[in-house]
């Protein structure tokens, strides 16, 4: 089974200021997707990578999926208390199968 | 509206007295899955299906069963739950990729408590 882990585990911000979480895996994925959660709901999808090196752009949230396709990144420009939540990358498939390989998590606060 | 439910939200009960979670979802999607949450270990999957009478192990199946008997429905049962099975299990839906997956819908949760 592959694993993901996510960088740093908990992130605490003043609002306006801007973030990085790492995702990293030691093997490749054919596609990798970033969802957020929130406090009592289930996690939500921002975004698909699929191809190696592809960047995506979701308002003021960056998403790339490095070239071997075994990590991506979020970066968040000028946070807001909106985007205060649990992110988490999830790879898919595993190693033949249909599974999804969920990271740790990232706990983002952003202060107002 | 497009949903995925689950039910109950909340359950408190005892080692060893089994215990159904159902799922549905109303969007005809083939892959249904279950995931437990717990804290500092992310979501792992227990137990997915790819279709009607298809199912298979995810990450941590040990003390689980499902099945899929319509398209609709992927219950979540613990034939004998144990303190260890505390958790935060989440249902989730989507259509099947062959090659990549595509967007899981997943359901609201429901928090099992073992005492």
């Known amino acids: 089974t592959q694993l993901l882990e996510q960088s740093p585990q908990f992130l605490s911000i003043q609002e306006g200021e801007n973030l990085t979480v790492y995702c990293n895996s030691s093997?490749?994925?054919?596609?990798l997707q970033w969802y957020r959660q929130e406090p009592g709901e289930g996690p939500v999808l921002l975004v698909t990578?699929?191809?190696?090196?592809e960047v995506k752009k979701l308002k003021r949230l960056t998403f790339q999926f490095g070239d071997a396709r075994k990590d991506s990144s979020l970066h968040i420009t000028a946070a807001q208390p909106g985007d205060t939540g649990l992110y988490l990358c999830a790879g898919g498939w595993d190693s033949g199968t249909y599974k999804y390989i969920f990271g740790t998590g990232t706990r983002l606060k952003v202060l107002a | 509206e497009a949903q995925v439910t689950q039910n109950p939200r909340y359950l408190i009960t005892v080692t060893g007295k089994k215990l159904t979670v159902t799922c549905s979802q109303n969007?005809?999607?083939?892959?249904m899955s279950w995931y437990r949450q717990d804290p500092g270990l992310g979501l792992r999957q227990i137990y997915y299906s790819m279709n009607v009478e298809v199912t298979d192990k995810g990450d941590v199946p040990e003390g689980y069963k499902v099945s899929r008997k319509e398209k609709r429905n992927f219950p979540l049962i613990l034939e004998s739950p144990s303190p260890n099975q505390t958790s935060l299990y989440f249902c989730?839906?989507?259509?099947?990729?062959?090659?990549?997956?595509?967007?899981?819908?997943f359901g609201p949760g429901t928090r099992l408590t073992v005492t």
């Open positions: 990578v699929v191809t190696g090196g």
């Open positions: 969007m005809n999607h083939e892959y």
């Open positions: 093997s490749v994925f054919s596609s």
């Open positions: 989730a839906s989507s259509w099947t990729g062959v090659e990549l997956p595509y967007e899981q819908y």
